[in-house]
């Protein structure tokens, strides 16, 4: 896992690309106190500054509510990489052990599990967050949970997909004979060499995820005020995209770039996957 550290930020592309998401994330954390229009972020309206196009003094314009589209653009970053970090987090939190167990148990433990997790993966990629956004209410948390319940059986297959592989090589079969619980192995064996493939799909996941949330709110089931992501300020501003091109330009770019970085990340990590003996 050193190696694959070491050549990861020896790519300037990919370390490109985490060093954008590092700034930006930090950026949307501070804007709050570093914007001189901050109030914009909670509401606060400017209808005589209303449709600006962007200059010195807003460098993304303004909207048709004269709120700074820079300052609720970069917050928007906050919320937008909240939904990627969580519906990652609790794919792999529930996924990740899941799958492992299911590895290295016996074939009536494997098959159960397994024919659940088909059960999940039988839906459309956006039916089960959208009926689970549905019947929760529209929120972000709400979407978090909504995308991570349709994403996690793909985690619990990537690392049963290691166990068995990992499970038949010699020395885990020697640590077997010799007594060693499954926890041991998938603690000490399984779970070590299988981060480079889980690292993989959690990036571009990631990146994923943001999409996903953006399609929520564009039919009202993602975030709601005063918590903003991309994907609804480019909903709230579509009307009025012919004649203010920046109040859906600047969102629809930073979601771009953002989803971008992340594939480009997860690529990388996809170049230096191996299994370490």
Known sequence: MIKVVKSFFSKKLSSTALMFLVGLFCLSVFI???????????????????????????????DTAG???????IRAAFYSLKIAVGVVFFSVLVGVPVGMFSGVSNKRTDEIIMRTTDGFLAFPPMILPLAITAILGPSL??????????????????????????????????????????????????LPNSLNPILTQASIDAGYAILTAAGLSF????????????????????????NHWWVVFFPGVFMC??????????????????VEI
């Open 32 to 62: 709050p106190f570093l914007s001189p229009y901050s109030q914009d972020i909670y509401g606060s309206v400017h209808f005589e500054i209303a449709g600006q196009p962007p200059s010195f003094l807003h460098w993304f314009g303004t």
């Open 67 to 73: 709120r700074d589209m820079f300052t609720i653009t």
């Open 141 to 190: 948390n709400n979407v978090i949970i909504g995308i991570s319940v349709s994403w996690f059986p793909w985690y619990v297959r990537i690392a049963r997909s290691q166990s068995l592989v990992i499970s038949s090589l010699d020395y885990v079969s020697i640590s077997k004979s010799m007594g060693a619980s499954k926890y041991h192995i998938i603690k000490t064996h399984i």
């Open 219 to 242: 039919i009202g089931l993602g975030a709601q005020h005063p918590e903003v992501e991309w994907g609804l300020l480019v909903t709230q501003s579509r009307a009025q995209f012919l």
């Open 257 to 274: 770039l953002t989803v971008a970085c992340f594939n480009i990340i997860g690529d990388e990590f996809r170049n230096n996957e191996t």
